[in-house]
């Protein structure tokens, strides 16, 4: 089985699109491990807020099929992927941590490089797996949310909750 990590996050309709995509999510790949829910400003444009997070989970699946999982959700929630602009989104799923995988591969880069650089990713990620070793790295995820500078970038948490208990 491979430790997997996801940032999630949306800005149009974001609470239904995070409960539903959990649902999608769960379905994929069993039971899920979420974080807090952060509210932050967008980074590149003006719009609403995201609601962000990130969900952990174990599979058996190839990188590839995850990241095929991931998009499917995706588009079930609108998201168009060819469109890279920033903007806005319905949902956003981006695979961070694929076990001790350091690649470029499969559309994707691990670790992905926005661990180093969003208080959105980093926090919640940090709530999950503070003692988890970055891979490639000599750092772990607690000590990296120590050393951030999340100066001039808004997060808040929030209350959502995304799952029945």
Same mark, same amino acid.
């Given at each position: ?14 609470? @239904? ?74 949902? @956003? ?73």
């Amino acid at each position: 089985m491979t430790e997997v990590y996801v940032g999630a996050g949306s800005n149009i309709e974001p609470e @239904d699109n995070l409960r539903s995509a959990m649902v999608g999510l769960a379905a994929a790949f069993g039971v899920l491990r979420l974080s807090p829910v952060y509210r932050s400003a967008p980074v590149g444009f003006d719009g609403p807020d995201f609601l962000n997070l990130v969900i952990g989970f174990d599979t058996g699946m190839a990188l590839a099929e995850v990241v095929a999982e991931l998009e499917r959700v995706e588009a079930e929630h609108g998201r168009e992927r060819r469109r890279q602009q920033v903007t806005s989104r319905t949902l @956003d799923l981006d695979l961070l941590l694929f076990g001790d995988r350091v690649t470029t591969e499969s559309g994707v880069t691990l670790p992905r490089d926005e661990i180093y650089t969003y208080a959105f990713v980093l926090r919640p990620l940090n709530d999950l797996a503070p003692d988890l070793l970055v891979p490639g790295g000599e750092r772990t995820i607690g000590e990296l949310w120590a050393a951030f500078d999340a100066s001039g970038q808004t997060l808040e948490p929030n209350e959502l909750r995304l799952v029945e208990d």
